[in-house]
């Protein structure tokens, strides 16, 4: 029984879109309703990376996309809806236009979705392909736009904002990927899209600022991502929810005056009234305290802020009645923080040598604070650790530590501190290949006393874990207050990472003592009489990055 | 209409199969599909599927439970799910797809065909033919000539397994 025959014929387009654009091709010859799917198919995808291990594949790759576009143009109750064209190409006279052509050929079919994607095959920076502003600004009904690698080329040099000429205004989704834009045509653009929703730039050069003046009643999220932009003015989005800027700024020092480096990073940011923001990320920007103060005054709704590597912070003072999550990786220089903060769920740190120094003037008592050590270097730093959590006593912490350095295995002296407690303590990855098991969890114990301990189970651990509790019974004096932990603890373990836990008792390991050689993350809760109730917190308050190494 | 917060109770849809076993769900899991979600809209709390056999049902069922509760933290879970979900044999693929197109449920119809999209795409058009049992109706003249036309497309290697 033929069963694509019975298929309506928008799964068939749906299917022959998702083909490689060979394969596509290749599927007229199955029979005559695959055909006709294929010529009727209002998406159209084009890639010709399918067509690289053919001989002169390039000419044949645009031949195949000229043909089928005037066919489509030729017949015109033939509708195109999506368009997506991924060319490489070694040389602008090659083409003489013909991206243009087909692009005028899409505007005209009213395309609702267009994306473009030119790879230099020379590989030389400045040659991109050059695309007309002016097909750009024609496309009327075009709602999704993605351009990846080209060259915007206006070819008037004057103004031409508010122009009539510029028809682009159903654009509601605006992605632009390594393209060359010169600053009068993205304002153009912009201030012409008032329909625009999200708008992302990544990898672009040409222009500085980005100056949102009219009135983008439906604006989103405005995402930009390594480009050399200084200054972002939003006027007026009332609905925009997201702001991210992230910028790989490693060319300049931090330590020295920002006066004269600034050049690849923001240091203007005026926002007006967004009253709906709630997420802003800032990666790499040079904004100082007071700079970042003043913004937070104005957003009054956000929800989640996120500062990384932000190394001009030194102090920073948030006070937001709306605030609930806040993220800080590795600014460096951050020696305070003040929180005034009563909405606070979750507060994060990652990667900071030292944690700046806390206070709070008002906390949710559901507040969480989580602390990621990538690695913890020198006994200094444990110190710094313990001072912060002695700081944090009040507070639920979680503590995540993926390598400690072998100089602090062998650390004198830090084993007699008093012991502190944290509420969750994750060893994501514990690497100690030199390390004996006694010196490393000496190490751990001696920083804080986790009410509840999570951690990855190889082979080895599973052994020791195994014969220690085995020969529980046997030698019931342990002397080690560790060893106590793990062994008087309530154990629940994961075979994989989806699972969800199961608990392992002593019974259940004398009866197959191989059953800890599948485990793959094993936890241990310590068993305490006074319970609170410290498991309410809500698992989306804390950031993804941290809640994948949770698992 | 009738708020879902008013009463603590889940609504409960009854689901029909083209082999009239019928399927008692959440009404909260059976709106991701558009076809129950506008039955349910106009009122409906019985929803006859004469296109759906039960064997697709099932599978269909367990995808949108699945789904209901996505959260950021299953995340990878719900991947594991998928993965499996699509790891079955062709003829099932095309019974799933038919159910997704009819019941309307976008995400599922997008992963159903990126499968078959992907596990046809190296393959001769003689081993598509069989893996679907396409029947040609072209005449060898017509196909030589469907050939012709799109040459530059049938150069090169092919697989040629029917898996």
């Given at each position: 029984m033929d069963r694509t025959s019975e298929l309506p014929t928008e799964i068939l387009h749906q299917i022959l879109s998702l083909l490689p654009t060979k394969s596509a091709a290749q599927a007229?010859?199955?029979?005559k309703p695959w055909l006709r799917a294929y010529c009727t198919n209002p998406h159209l995808c084009f890639d010709e990376s399918d067509f690289?291990?053919?001989?002169?594949f390039h000419g044949k790759f645009l031949r195949l996309v000229d043909d089928t576009l005037e066919r489509y143009r030729r017949d015109e109750n033939q509708p195109i809806s999506a368009f997506k064209l991924c060319i490489s190409f070694?040389?602008?006279?090659?083409?003489?236009g013909l991206v243009d052509k087909w692009l005028d050929i899409i505007t005209q079919k009213r395309a609702s979705k267009v994306s473009l994607s030119v790879k230099c095959?020379?590989?030389?920076?400045?040659e991109r392909y050059s695309l007309l502003a002016d097909t750009i600004f024609a496309?009327?009904?075009?709602q999704q736009l993605e351009l990846n690698r080209c060259n915007i080329l206006?070819?008037?040099?004057?103004?031409?904002?508010?122009?009539?000429?510029?028809?682009?205004?159903?654009?509601k989704n605006l992605t632009l990927c390594s393209v060359t834009v010169s600053q009068l045509a993205l304002d153009s653009l912009i201030s012409c899209?008032?329909?625009?929703q999200t708008v992302s730039f990544q990898?672009?050069?040409?222009?500085h600022r980005i100056h949102?003046?009219?009135?983008?009643?439906?604006?989103?999220s405005l995402s930009i991502l390594c480009?050399?932009?200084?200054d972002v003015h939003i006027?007026?989005?009332?609905?925009?929810?997201s702001f991210e800027y992230v910028n790989?700024?490693?060319?300049?020092?931090?330590?020295?005056?920002?006066h004269n480096n600034v050049?690849?990073?923001?240091h203007t940011l005026k926002i007006g009234?967004?009253?709906?923001?709630?997420r802003v990320e800032f990666v790499?920007?040079?904004?100082?305290g007071k700079v970042l103060f003043k913004l937070i005054k104005k957003?009054?709704?956000?929800k989640e802020l996120i500062l990384h590597y932000?190394?001009?912070?030194r102090k920073i003072k948030i006070s937001s009645s709306t605030l609930e999550v806040c993220s800080i990786v590795?600014?460096?220089?951050?020696a305070q923080a003040i929180f005034d903060v009563p909405k606070l769920l979750s507060l994060a740190f990652s990667d900071q040598y030292r944690l700046p120094c806390l206070s709070f003037k008002s906390a949710s008592s559901q507040s969480r604070i989580s602390i990621n050590f990538e690695i913890l270097r020198d006994v200094e730093q444990l110190m710094h650790l313990r001072r912060s959590l002695v700081e944090l006593r009040d507070h639920v912490v979680d503590l995540t530590l993926s390598t400690i350095s072998k100089s602090l295995s062998s650390a004198?002296?830090?084993?007699?501190l008093p012991t502190l407690e944290v509420e969750h303590l994750v060893l994501s990855y514990c690497e100690?290949?030199?390390?004996t098991y006694s010196s490393y969890y000496d190490v751990i114990f001696s920083i804080c006393w986790p009410k509840m301990l999570t951690l990855q189970c190889d082979k080895r651990f599973g052994k020791f874990i195994r014969q220690q509790w085995l020969k529980k019974r046997e030698n019931r004096?342990?002397?080690c207050t560790w060893k106590k932990y793990l062994i008087n603890a309530q154990i629940e373990y994961k075979k994989r990472t989806g699972d969800d836990w199961m608990t392992l008792d002593r019974k259940m390991l004398v009866a197959d003592?191989?059953?800890?050689?599948?485990?793959?993350t094993i936890r241990f809760k310590q068993i305490q009489k006074?319970?609170?109730?410290?498991?309410?917190?809500?698992?989306?308050?804390?950031p993804r990055w941290i809640a994948h190494r949770l698992e | 209409m009738a708020s879902t917060t008013e009463t603590k109770q889940k609504k409960m849809l009854i689901l029909k199969s083209a082999d009239n076993d019928e399927f008692e769900i959440e009404e909260s899991v059976g709106v991701q599909s558009e076809t129950i979600k506008n039955l349910v809209e106009d009122g409906f709390t019985f929803v006859p599927?004469?296109?759906?056999?039960t064997k697709a049902l099932i599978k269909i069922i367990d995808y949108l439970k699945k789904h209901a509760n996505k959260t950021d933290s299953n995340d990878e879970e719900i991947k594991t799910f998928d993965k499996d979900f699509v790891n079955t044999t062709f003829d099932d693929l095309f019974e799933l797809v038919s159910a997704a197109n009819y019941l309307h449920i976008s995400c599922l119809m997008n992963m159903l065909c990126q499968t078959i999209a992907d596990r046809i795409k190296d393959k001769s058009p003689e081993a598509v033919r069989k893996i679907f049992h396409?029947?040609?109706?072209?005449?060898p003249e017509e196909e030589a000539k469907i050939r012709k036309a799109n040459?530059?497309?049938?150069?090169g290697q092919f697989d040629e397994s029917l898996d």
């Open positions: 007229t010859v199955l029979s690289c291990r053919l001989g002169n070694c040389d602008q006279t090659g083409y003489d095959t020379s590989e030389s920076y400045p496309m009327k009904f075009t206006l070819v008037k040099q004057k103004a031409l904002l508010y122009e009539d000429k510029i028809k682009c205004g159903n654009l899209c008032q329909q625009i990898y672009c050069i040409g222009f949102v003046l009219k009135n983008h009643p439906n604006l989103l480009c050399p932009i200084v006027v007026d989005a009332p609905k925009m929810l790989r700024g490693n060319n300049f020092d931090p330590y020295s005056s920002h050049g690849m990073c923001l009234t967004c009253q709906n923001l709630k790499k920007v040079a904004i100082d957003l009054r709704s956000v932000c190394r001009y912070l590795k600014c460096d220089l951050l004198r002296g830090i084993y007699h100690f290949k030199s390390a004096i342990i002397k003592p191989r059953i800890i050689e599948e485990i793959y006074r319970e609170k109730n410290t498991f309410s917190y809500i698992s989306r308050c804390i | 599927l004469p296109n759906v056999y396409i029947n040609c109706d072209y005449t040459a530059q497309a049938f150069e």
